[in-house]
């Protein structure tokens, strides 16, 4: 069995650790600075609180994408260092797999996308297959701690067999997948204006789907960052996702504590020049804007919808994954290396899982008050680490996704 931890190149593997969750860990203890300043600010308050843009186009209803806006990916993104980004490459491995490009007129630029084509056993392209989209963590593919590159095997024994369309947005790394009340100065992470709500809310399904000659049901999951991301996309488009799936991640947005990591994790993204906060996103904590972009608020949306609901967390306790003789032995590390990586997984990422423990339970209690339908995989142990995705991948689409998205092949 290949090791769960070691990088998808087939040749080497990408240069500088494994990262502990969806990011290359820095050490930004700047970021942690002015996102305890956030923490401790007042929240919205009189004008602050009415400012809700307008969301027009949002919805898979109101966009003018067509397939004509998609196109052949070329040549491979740089990551952070600069270097071609790892699931460039990674992509052509996988039977009908292959790059893209999709155009975004709310961003004005061409967003990079993975996509592993519905395929028969013999390589045959299928139509009217349904759509699985993937969202990358915090780093995602600019880090190159995407989906393609940290879970390479796991995504292509998954679904190269498989009839459904998986589609990987290729950038939006700090982003959150929303759209951004600002427009940030563009950057190693951030190239420009950030409408992810319309681009994956409307503008990619409209144009991917059709290039792909897909039927029109989808599911969504993400991870960590993105977790809240898909879940958001389920509420802001009812029942336009037959199922989605949210790994470890944290619902709310707009109190005090989860406003906190989304302080941390935004504020990686302004690559040194200057300081990003929540408020570059959607206003004031706690504004109406801010509310309508946190998942736990949002989840009356999904009462009497038929999206099928995967969520999940572990506990923050270390797990066999975690321990040095297991690092050690899989990755072929000295003592020390693999001392000090089980020591990164174990207090950083344990600290971190242990947080979104909660969120997610809070998340399905509220589920549970509204009788909403969700299966919820409670780990006793797991730390915000890739082993635990890699599970989830397979888990949800088992019990939840594939009979979502695949309801005859899963009753048989």
């Not at 519905?118 to 600019?142: K, Q, V």
């Not at 998986?166 to 950030?194: C, R």
């Not at 949306?301 to 995967?310: D, F, S, V």
Request: charged fraction near 20%; hydrophobic fraction near 35%.
């Amino acid at each position: 069995m290949p090791s769960p931890w070691r990088s998808a190149w087939p040749s080497e593997s990408p240069e500088g650790v494994d990262p502990v969750g969806g990011s290359v860990p820095d050490g930004d203890k700047a970021g942690l600075a002015n996102a305890v300043e956030e923490l401790l600010g007042p929240d919205a308050e009189g004008a602050e609180v009415d400012n809700m843009p307008a969301v027009a186009g949002e919805n898979l209803a109101g966009s003018t994408a067509t397939p004509e806006k998609v196109s052949e990916l070329t040549a491979a993104p740089v990551n952070y260092k600069g270097n071609p980004q790892a699931w460039f490459h990674n992509i052509g491995l996988i039977k009908g797999g292959k790059a893209y490009q999709v155009y975004s007129d709310s961003m004005g630029r061409n967003i990079p996308v993975a996509v592993i084509r519905a395929t028969n056993p013999d390589g045959t392209l299928l139509t009217g297959a349904p759509t699985y989209y993937l969202l990358n963590g915090a780093g995602g593919s600019e880090q190159d701690t995407d989906w393609l590159t940290q879970a390479f095997e796991q995504v292509r024994d998954t679904f190269q067999d498989e009839p459904v369309n998986v589609v990987i947005p290729m950038e939006g790394a700090f982003s959150y997948y929303v759209d951004w009340l600002s427009d940030p100065q563009p950057n190693t992470y951030l190239h420009g204006k950030q409408k992810w709500s319309t681009f994956l809310g409307s503008e990619l399904p409209n144009s991917i789907e059709p290039f792909l000659n897909a039927n029109g049901t989808r599911a969504v999951s993400g991870f960590s960052m993105s977790a809240t991301s898909a879940l958001l996309l389920a509420e802001h488009n009812p029942d336009q996702y037959a199922a989605v799936g949210s790994f470890s991640g944290c619902a709310a947005t707009s109190t005090a504590l989860p406003s906190f990591f989304v302080g941390l994790t935004v504020n990686r993204g302004s690559a040194g020049r200057g300081n990003l906060s929540p408020a570059d996103l959607w206003g004031a904590r706690g504004s109406e804007y801010n509310r309508y972009n946190d998942a736990l608020v949002m989840a009356e949306k999904l009462r009497g919808t038929q999206t099928k609901l995967y969520i999940s967390a572990g506990t923050g306790l270390p797990s066999s994954t975690d321990m040095i003789g297991e690092l050690k032995k899989a990755k072929e590390l000295t003592s020390s290396e693999a001392l000090a990586q089980a020591l990164t997984l174990q207090v950083e990422g344990g600290a971190i899982e242990a947080a979104m423990n909660a969120c997610t339970h809070d998340l399905h209690t509220k589920l549970k008050a509204l009788d909403v339908p969700v299966t919820f995989n409670k780990r006793a142990t797991g730390t915000h680490s890739w082993p635990v995705w890699h599970d989830d991948l397979k888990v949800s689409w088992e019990r939840v996704i594939g009979p979502a998205l695949l309801p005859g092949k899963f009753q048989q």
